[in-house]
Structures are given as structure tokens and as C-alpha cells.
Nanobody
Framework: QVQLVESGGGLVQAGGSLRLSCAAS????????VAWFRQAPGQEREFVAA????????RYADSVKGRFSISRDNAKLTTYLQMNSLKPEDTAVYYC????????????????WGKGTLVTVSS
């Protein structure tokens, strides 16, 4: 099994930056695709960014492309989401998720979820 814990959320002004971390446990973590999803109040959980187990494949939602960057350090069992040029529309609870597929961009492609970390962007 894989356990995931997000950190790094908080309050930031529009135009600012935050870096989220997803710390994982599990001996097979490097085989897992990892993705970030987010859910705003009253909205469905949506895909944000994804990275394959070896880091060779990356995908972004159109809404964050050019502003967010996903990376991973398998030696540290950690995946990161660098968020720049933040907008109020980015306000949401951000969730880290992992699955056994090569790349995971939908909720049915992941098997494990963290509890989430709240990002609030003020205008």
C-alpha cells in the first residue's frame, strides 16, 4: 500500500507562488504515477498535473499550463507541485494521488489519495 501526505498549502496573494509537497511511503513508490487534483467549494474534483513513475512523462491541465510545474524525487519519496502566478481561481483543496498506470489524469486511474492541503489565493 501507498500512503500520501500533502503539505505546503496556505494563503497567498494573487501573483504569488507556493510549492506543494506530497510525501509518500511504500517500497514500490517509484513505479507509481502521481497526480495532483484540486477541488474548489461547490465544484467537482479536477485534474491539475501528472507525472509518470520515472518522471519521463508529464501532463498539465490547460488551466495551469505555463504556471505550474510538477516534479518528483523518488529517493525522497516526494512529488512536488510548484505553483507560480497564482490566481484566485486556483483556490481549492489540493490532493495528491497515486496509481499503477503509466500516467494518471483521471480519478479512476488512481488508487491512493492524500487528505489534501488548502490553497487560498486572495485578490
Amino acid at each position: 500500500q501507498v500512503q500520501l501526505v500533502e503539505s505546503g498549502g496556505g494563503l497567498v496573494q494573487a501573483g504569488g507562488s507556493l510549492r506543494l509537497s506530497c510525501a509518500a511511503s511504500g517500497r514500490t513508490f517509484s513505479r507509481n504515477a502521481v497526480a495532483w487534483f484540486r477541488q474548489a467549494p461547490g465544484q467537482e474534483r479536477e485534474f491539475v498535473a501528472a507525472i509518470s513513475g520515472g518522471g519521463q512523462t508529464i501532463r498539465y491541465a490547460d488551466s495551469v499550463k505555463g504556471r505550474f510545474s510538477i516534479s518528483r524525487d523518488n529517493a525522497k519519496l516526494t512529488t512536488y507541485l510548484q505553483m507560480n502566478s497564482l490566481k484566485p481561481e486556483d483556490t481549492a483543496v489540493y490532493y495528491c494521488a497515486a496509481g499503477s498506470t503509466t500516467i494518471a489524469t483521471t480519478r479512476n486511474q488512481v488508487d491512493y489519495w492524500g487528505k489534501g492541503t488548502l490553497v487560498t489565493v486572495s485578490s
